[in-house]
Every structure is written in structure tokens, then in C-alpha cells.
């Protein structure tokens, strides 16, 4: 087990790769009362065609299957898992992304169990047809849910009307059509193609002892048998680089109107410049959006937006995309007011004052969630399979220059990467 100090912020990290593949990663807190767990698989919505675990062919499965395996690892033939942890008094959860599926656990007792507990139950798939033939209607419902908020739609409207072809997107837990696809064997050739130890990571952060810890799991690990996976491949259409439409809508039934520009990006395949993107980006949407910022306020000036705005940068190996947008009652004269602003991009340049100000901001951001045992276990989880280093951020932060963010604001936007979308009140 390779032990790591990062003196800078105080911080000890132990990284160990076991026999079948797996990743741990270890982040002793002792000062923490809270421990979180996460076991995560580098496996998302967008991985719909690959080659299977002992296969030379390649298949594409039924949108929303990623999601659909998390919801079914937590049943069992004899019990729900949920309740193994609610026992011993731990709360537990799963997510999927686009890129990824994590299933978590957070305690301040029984670490040791409550670490048995998630490895063993990720580790055991039961799948049945009539549990799945179950499973279909939950799901559908959660879509149909879904498919009536208006935040949940506008993001995938906007995703939508930037890419033509990438699985991005498509919603993460499918179609109600899509689901009904999906059969026991789907699963299983899932399961065993990306749950695979080689393509995971476990991470802990909080009370605990290392090399105990470590113990722990390497018997854990060597109890189980896993099939030999040489190299997963994936397939992914080729995606232009501008957007699929400039603008789209639709109507619902809404009080008020909502607005999203999106910018289509290229996401860089050095993970140093890649994590300078990301860093860069949040920073200058914070400089420019942000209720301090100045086209925060002229939006609001004009009356374009009701008091708030949400912005964010999504980065992943095969995409990245910034979002700005929110409510709206005038969603026509807000999107060219943005998309305005935008082009403005291309000759702004940031004084070296304002610059160490957005520095000093996001290096404040970034140490308070170190302050996190989640937020650490969720990110240093998410930046490893991107082969990236969590703990490394500061550092990378703090060397940017005025010079480099002003090279990127300039070159971010163009004519072709920008994309609207609109949702207004249907009309009775």
C-alpha cells in the first residue's frame, strides 16, 4: 500500500491496487465523527455499446440500463440491502451519471461492517425476470416523474439540442419505451463487463486505521472469484464539434418560462489541461454570473431574470459542456442577451487583479469541501477514473496565470457551440 502525504493541506492518502484489479483509496480523518464509503464503477449512461466480458462482438443495449443495474443491485432474493444498513444504524444510497454508477454508505459506527456490507452487496448480482418485469414499472414512474419538472427537462433540452449524435443526450434512466427492452441476461452481460474489480474504485474517507482497514478488504477481495477482463472497449459516435440546433422549445404547463444557453465544448485529453479547463471555466461563469458579477446584473437590470441564475461546466473524458440559464419571464430577449454576452468572450481580458480575487475564491471553494468527508470520498472517487488526482487541484489552481485564463476565455465561445433552449406555458 503506497502511503501519500500532501503537506500543503495536510492531508494523507493511502492508494493500494489489489490482485483482481481493484482500486482503494484510503483518507484517514480521525477528527471526522462521520465515515463515508463509496464504491463506484466507471460505468454511466453513455456506455451503451461495447464488447463483453468473453466476447469478440460488439453490442448495444437498451437506454437507461446503467441506471436500471444500480436499482437492482440493492434487491436481493431474500431481503432489500437498504435494510442490512439501516440495522446497524448507517444510511446508504446510489447515484448514476453519465459516466458513472456509485453506491455509498455513511456512518459513525460499525465501519468495519458497514464496508463488508456495500463490497459484498456490489458483489452479489440476483437478478430474476419477474424482479425485472417489477422493476420496469418503478422506473417508468420515476421517468414520468421526471419528465414533469421543468429544471429536469430544460437540462436535457439544452444537452439535446447540442449534440447531434453523443448518448449524452439521452436521459440517464432511459425512456419509458427504452426500459422495457431490458432483460435479465441484459443486466447480467452488464454487470459482468463493467462491475468488473479492474474497473473499479473504493474509497473511504473518516475513522478509521489504514492498515487494518486495508487488511480487511484484500480478504475480502481474495474470497471472491472474478472472469478475467483484458481491456474494455467502448464505442461512441463521432461528434461534431458544433451544435446539433441553435435553438429549440417546448411548451408545459408552467407558471414561468426557463431559459438555457448551453456551450458545446472539446474536453482536453492531458489530465493537467483537462483539470485547468474545468478550474478556468467554473471560475470565469462565477466571475461573470455569480450575483457579484456584472452580466448577473445586467440580466437582472433588464429585467431578464427573477433574482437568480444557475450556471455550471460538466468535463468528462468524451464530452464537456457549460450551462447557463433558469427562469425567465422574458425567455426570448434573455437568451440573446446571454448568447451577447458571450461573443464578448472572444476580446475580454481579465485584469491580473481580478483574476487573483477568482483565484483566491475557488482556492476558499475548494478547501472548505477538503473539509468534507463525502464531498472528498465523491470527488477523489470521480477524478480517478479520469486518472486524475484530487489532492492535486490546489496546487494546479494556484499556478494559473491571468495569461492562460484570458487564452481560454477567448477561445471558448464561437458562433457554432451555442445552443438555446426554451420552455414555455402551454397555451390552454
Avoid at 440500463?65 to 442490512?84: G, M, S, T, Y
Avoid at 479492474?198 to 472472469?227: C, H, W, Y
Avoid at 478550474?279 to 431574470?305: H, T, V
Avoid at 487583479?353 to 475557488?362: G, I, S, T, V, Y
Amino acid at each position: 500500500m503506497e502511503k501519500i502525504v500532501y503537506e500543503q493541506i495536510k492531508e494523507t492518502v493511502y492508494r493500494d491496487t489489489l490482485p483482481n484489479g481493484l482500486q482503494v483509496i484510503l483518507v484517514p480523518k480521525p477528527e471526522m465523527t462521520q465515515t463515508y464509503g463509496v464504491f463506484t464503477t466507471d460505468y454511466g449512461s453513455i456506455d451503451q455499446t461495447f464488447i463483453p466480458i468473453g466476447s469478440d462482438e460488439k453490442i448495444t443495449v437498451p437506454d437507461g440500463i446503467a441506471h436500471f443495474l444500480e436499482h437492482k443491485l440493492f434487491e436481493k432474493e431474500d431481503r432489500d440491502v437498504f435494510q442490512d444498513f439501516t440495522k446497524i444504524g448507517a444510511s446508504a444510497n446510489a447515484f448514476t451519471s453519465f459516466t458513472k454508477t456509485a453506491y455509498l454508505f455513511s456512518a459513525t459506527s460499525d465501519i468495519n461492517k458497514n464496508v463488508e456490507i456495500l463490497l459484498d452487496f456490489v458483489q452479489a448480482p440476483y437478478f430474476s425476470d419477474q424482479s425485472v418485469e417489477k422493476e420496469k414499472g418503478i422506473i417508468a414512474q420515476e421517468i414520468q416523474m421526471y419528465d414533469d419538472q421543468p429544471d429536469w427537462r430544460s437540462f436535457f433540452g439544452v444537452i439535446s439540442a447540442m449534440y447531434q449524435e453523443h448518448p449524452v443526450k439521452i436521459d440517464i434512466a432511459g425512456t419509458v419505451e427504452s426500459i422495457q427492452a431490458i432483460t435479465k441476461e441484459d443486466l447480467y452481460t452488464c454487470y459482468h463487463t463493467f462491475y468488473h474489480p479492474s474497473n473499479m474504485v473504493f474509497t473511504l474517507v473518516g475513522q478509521f486505521e489504514p492498515e487494518q482497514m486495508i487488511a480487511r478488504i484484500q480478504a475480502n477481495q481474495a474470497a471472491k472469484d472474478f472472469e478475467q477482463l483484458n481491456e474494455l472497449k467502448r464505442f461512441y459516435p463521432n461528434e461534431p464539434q458544433s451544435v446539433s440546433v441553435k435553438e429549440a422549445q417546448i411548451e408545459m404547463p408552467v407558471a414561468v418560462p426557463r431559459c438555457m444557453v448551453g456551450i458545446k465544448e472539446t474536453p482536453q485529453r492531458d489530465p493537467r489541461s483537462f483539470i485547468e479547463d474545468e478550474l478556468l471555466a467554473e471560475m470565469i461563469l462565477d466571475y461573470f454570473y455569480s450575483k457579484s458579477g456584472d452580466y448577473y446584473q445586467e440580466l437582472y437590470d433588464l429585467d431578464l431574470i427573477d433574482g437568480s441564475i444557475g450556471f455550471e461546466t460538466e468535463r468528462q473524458k468524451q464530452f464537456a459542456f457549460s450551462i447557463i440559464g433558469g427562469n425567465s419571464s422574458k425567455p426570448d430577449e434573455f437568451a440573446e442577451k446571454v448568447k451577447e454576452q458571450l461573443q464578448t468572450f472572444a476580446l475580454y481580458k481579465l485584469s491580473a487583479k481580478d483574476f487573483d480575487r477568482m483565484k483566491r475564491k475557488m482556492i476558499g471553494d475548494l478547501l472548505r469541501d477538503m473539509n468534507s468527508v463525502s464531498d472528498i470520498a465523491n470527488q477523489v472517487s470521480q477524478y480517478h477514473i479520469m486518472e486524475i488526482d484530487y489532492f492535486e487541484l490546489l496546487p494546479i489552481l494556484e499556478q494559473l496565470t491571468v495569461e492562460k485564463a484570458n487564452h481560454f476565455l477567448n477561445s471558448w465561445v464561437s458562433t457554432d457551440n451555442v445552443a438555446v433552449f426554451k420552455i414555455k406555458p402551454a397555451k390552454e
